[in-house]
């Protein structure tokens, strides 16, 4: 195995971070400390406890995944897509390396970074409620296993962007709406039965409710399932990219 | 000895049935120059991104350094350097992290002092905390000369490596080459530059339409194809050749102060020694002769114009 390699992709993606700081890890802080100012302390203020949990501490797990999620699949689409889209995707297709090294390096890339916004979130959550984790080693191991899948995810969205508007819509149009429509802000116990029936379809109700129970004890599915699905994606994602390198998708003629 | 790169019977068609290769072969030694001449979408750079790893051939094989691209692709990719056509990196990277970055994808571990030196026989290396877009065109041509050779290349790979630059760089690149062979390194270049290829090729390859139309030692290549031409000054401007003449195949300038005779050089007669004598029978009167052996271009140009 070409390890060195990886480690090149790898520090070479990880150091662009470094260089649009403001843009990879404050801007995200940001955002979620907004939320945490808008729903947490002006309109959690007047909604009860949720499952015995405040509200403001109740929607961090659902802040940490949207934030996860979206900047997953973002980073590491833009990290092989900006190769294909300036040319320099040459020098990865004729190096001594698999298909697999540099989905490693990549993906490591942007689990990693995804990870570090979602460990940084969980601090700054601190500041503003009380959190407590009742599960911290599933809550990192739900966190960990949430960045490699969707930045797997996200890695897949950049082979088959052809154009920076497709490199956009899927975590503005389907991860953000899935996101908000899977239980970040809300327990879907508080839905209507049919609805509580349809959410069960968003495959990230399982993420939030499985990460939540990390945190809190409490959970809409069965944790059991939660681990499942994440599996379930993880290797659904696995299979689509060794599909895309056995046949050359959008990266070989 | 086995050549470094052996091509065998290697064809492309890409997906809507353009044929771009049409059964390959060819043979490359170790520490040559080898410059494929071809128009434009004669299938030059399919034939060298087939080598690199870059395009999927259709059919035949390719081993370099004995090694199969497909197969074994990581021992023979270790061997390859490519500079490709376009000139694609990424904007913002400072050039020393950018070649070294080069160098770790070849599995190549760090090495600050090979790559300062590979800048600095490029000039580039005062320019080695620049950002890509703070650099000039030719020094960006010579950033991706430098990210090929970082990880020590046997064997590089130049797509048209003076496509659009100047006379200056042009002359600097193939002084580059130059020393490159010097070191040992097997050189292939794409190039539509006829004066390229004569200027700096041990040995041209000439591909049209996706065939490999011939592959030659340069010099014996002019031999063997080149014609010479004759040129005749006269004494006294002629107003019309003389009947004793009219065999050769003599041209008369519109001013007819000189004739041009062209000859083959390989023909068993050349037949310059009858012409000189029935001029002289002719009392045409030569106040110099000068012979130019036909350029590089003219057998390319003759060799596509063959081709069915």
């Known amino acids: 195995m070409n390890l060195q390699a990886v480690k090149s992709i790898y520090i070479f993606e990880m150091s662009r971070t470094f260089r649009t700081l403001l843009q990879s890890i404050v801007s995200p802080v940001l955002s979620t400390s907004l939320y945490f100012v808008v729903f947490g302390a002006a309109i959690g203020s007047r909604i009860q406890e949720v499952d015995g949990v405040s509200y403001g501490a109740f929607i961090v797990p659902g802040l940490i995944m949207l934030t996860v999620l979206t900047q997953a699949t973002s ?13 320099t995707i040459y020098e990865l297709l004729s190096a001594p390396i698999s298909f697999l090294e540099i989905v490693m390096g990549y993906v490591g890339a942007a689990a990693t970074k995804a990870l570090a916004i979602g460990l940084i979130i969980l601090l700054t959550a601190a500041f ?20 490699v899948s969707f930045s797997l995810f996200g890695f897949i969205l950049g ?16 991860i953000t709406p899935l996101v908000f429509l899977g239980g970040s802000f809300y327990s879907i116990s508080m839905l209507p039965p049919l609805w509580q029936n349809v959410t069960l379809f968003n495959p990230v109700v399982y993420l939030i409710s499985g990460f939540r129970w990390s945190f809190y004890g409490t959970a809409d599915v069965a944790i059991g399932l939660s681990i499942t699905m994440i599996a379930l994606f993880l290797a659904i994602c696995l299979g689509i990219i060794w599909w895309i390198f056995k046949t050359g998708y959008r990266i070989k003629t | 000895m086995a050549p470094i790169v052996s091509i065998n019977n290697l064809s492309k068609t890409y997906e809507g049935g ?8 060819l043979d490359i030694e170790e520490g040559e120059i080898l410059a494929l001449l071809g128009p434009n979408g004669a299938g030059k750079t399919t034939l060298i991104s087939i080598i690199c790893g870059i395009v999927s051939p259709t059919g035949g094989t390719v081993t370099v350094g004995g090694h199969d691209v497909v197969d074994d692709y990581r021992h ?8 490709p056509q376009e000139i694609t990196l990424e904007p913002f990277e400072k050039v020393f992290r950018t070649v070294s970055f080069s160098r770790g994808l070849f599995g190549k571990p760090p090495n600050s002092q090979l790559i300062s030196d590979v800048l600095e026989k490029l000039s580039l290396l005062d320019k080695k905390d620049s950002a890509i877009n703070q650099l000039s065109g030719g020094m960006r041509r010579r950033v991706l000369i430098a990210k090929a050779l970082s990880h020590e290349p046997r064997v590089l790979f130049l797509d048209e490596p003076t496509a659009g630059v100047d006379v200056e760089l042009r002359k600097s690149m193939w002084s580059i080459v130059r020393d490159l062979k010097k070191n040992g390194v097997t050189i292939i ?50 107003d019309e050749l003389p009947e004793n003449l009219s065999n050769y195949e003599l041209e008369r300038a519109e001013d007819g102060t000189y004739l041009t005779y062209v000859y083959d050089t390989q023909a068993d007669r050349t037949g310059i020694t009858a012409l000189l004598n029935d001029l002289g029978d ?16 003219q057998i390319f140009v003759d060799l596509v114009k063959e081709t069915p």
Request: glycine share 6%; charged share 20%.
């Open chain 1, 75 to 87: 980073n590491a689409a833009f990290g092989i897509y900006f190769p294909k889209f300036i040319g």
């Open chain 1, 128 to 147: 503003f409620v009380d959190i407590q984790i009742a599960h911290p080693f599933w809550m990192l191991t739900f966190l960990v296993l949430t960045c």
């Open chain 1, 159 to 174: 082979i088959w962007a052809q154009n920076f508007e497709q490199l956009q819509l899927v975590p503005l149009l389907v």
């Open chain 2, 18 to 25: 353009h044929h771009a290769l049409r059964d390959v072969s």
């Open chain 2, 76 to 83: 023979a990719r270790t061997l390859i350097g490519l500079v």
């Open chain 2, 189 to 238: 270049l794409t190039t539509h530059y006829i004066e390229e290829a004569e200027a700096i090729a041990d040995r041209i390859g000439i591909i049209s339409d996706g065939q490999l139309l011939l592959a030659e030692d340069k010099e014996a290549l002019m031999g063997r194809l080149g014609r010479k031409q004759m040129r005749i000054d006269l004494q006294a401007p002629l």
């Open chain 2, 282 to 297: 002719a009392g045409i009167r030569i106040r110099d002769v000068q012979t130019q052996q036909s350029s590089l271009e």
